[in-house]
């Protein structure tokens, strides 16, 4: 599941609310300033630098976002930072922020502050496993004003989709009314503020999530024609159906026709014609 873009776009807009999930602990730090930084030489692509101040005192949180096992993530790191630290010229701290479940943060804590950077990352949060508690974060989020909102809520449903087995997230929250609200309107209000191909975008990596989640033995042939799509009603109503479908059946309903290996069944069938000839 690529989470990528959201998390950036949830951090620029949300970066203060999430200090306590990166090391920064203190009341009075205030974020200042989050970039996405290219390095010369040998060019690297840095996922999030949040630039810092307190007191007078300037520093930098390089983030990096995992979502699995790497054993080449320490020296990948401590490249960056030393990269970071000649590119400002000043202290860079460098965190890992693994994007698997079972968190130190609990869920009930994000619940309380109801902020939207940390309702966004309560199906990873300690308690996240309990639909509820996802379904409640997916309330407050929609309650918020977009962009604030939509950024968050983004994050949550992939996180959520990689959680949840099928079923469960079919029965306990592919069902919740306040979840397809949500997704009823994504790209509509976008298109009044001007912001459509912002919230097709988001409509997009949304589908594509799900799609590698609940389909990914048919994502080669899914993706294509995802990114190519360019109607926010067709990706929501592919991604309400995501959940819901068998990989047969939601292959044809994407792309219009079934899956290459039953088209090859039935091509190599011999006629009656020719079995009567034998």
């Not at 940390?118 to 949060?125: D, I, M, R, S």
């Not at 309903?253 to 011999?270: D, E, N, Q, S």
Request: charged share 30%; net charge positive.
């Amino acid at each position: 599941m690529k989470t990528d873009r959201p998390l950036k776009a949830l951090f620029e807009r949300q970066g203060q609310s999430l200090l306590p999930f990166i090391g920064e602990h203190r009341t009075d730090v205030r974020v200042t300033a989050v970039e996405s930084v290219n390095l010369p030489v040998s060019e690297r692509r840095i996922d999030s630098v949040l630039r810092l101040e307190r007191d007078g005192l300037v520093w930098y949180r390089h983030v990096e976002f995992q979502a699995q096992k790497d054993a080449g993530i320490p020296r990948r790191c401590f490249e960056y930072n030393s990269r970071l630290i000649l590119h400002y010229g000043a202290a860079v701290l460098t965190t890992v922020l693994y994007l698997l479940p079972g968190a130190d943060k609990d869920a009930q804590d994000a619940l309380r502050g109801g902020e939207a950077g940390p309702l966004a990352l309560v199906p990873l949060l300690r308690g996240g496993d309990e639909p509820s508690r996802v379904l409640e974060a997916v309330r407050r989020l929609d309650a918020m004003p977009r962009p604030q909102g939509a950024d968050a809520m983004s994050v949550l449903l992939g996180f959520a989709a990689r959680r949840y087995d099928r079923p469960t997230f079919m029965n306990a929250l592919g069902k919740d009314p306040v979840m397809q609200s949500w997704l009823d309107q994504l790209g509509v209000e976008g298109e009044a503020r001007g912001e459509a191909r912002g919230q097709i975008n988001t409509a997009r990596q949304m589908c594509a999530d799900l799609v590698k989640e609940f389909h990914p033995d048919s994502a080669a042939a899914l993706l294509p024609v995802i990114e190519a799509c360019d109607q926010p009603e067709t990706l929501r109503s592919w991604a309400l159906q995501c959940a819901k479908q068998p990989d047969e059946a939601f292959v044809t309903l994407v792309t219009g026709k079934p899956p290459a290996r039953v088209a090859r069944a039935r091509a190599t069938r011999p006629s009656r014609r020719s079995a009567k000839r034998r």
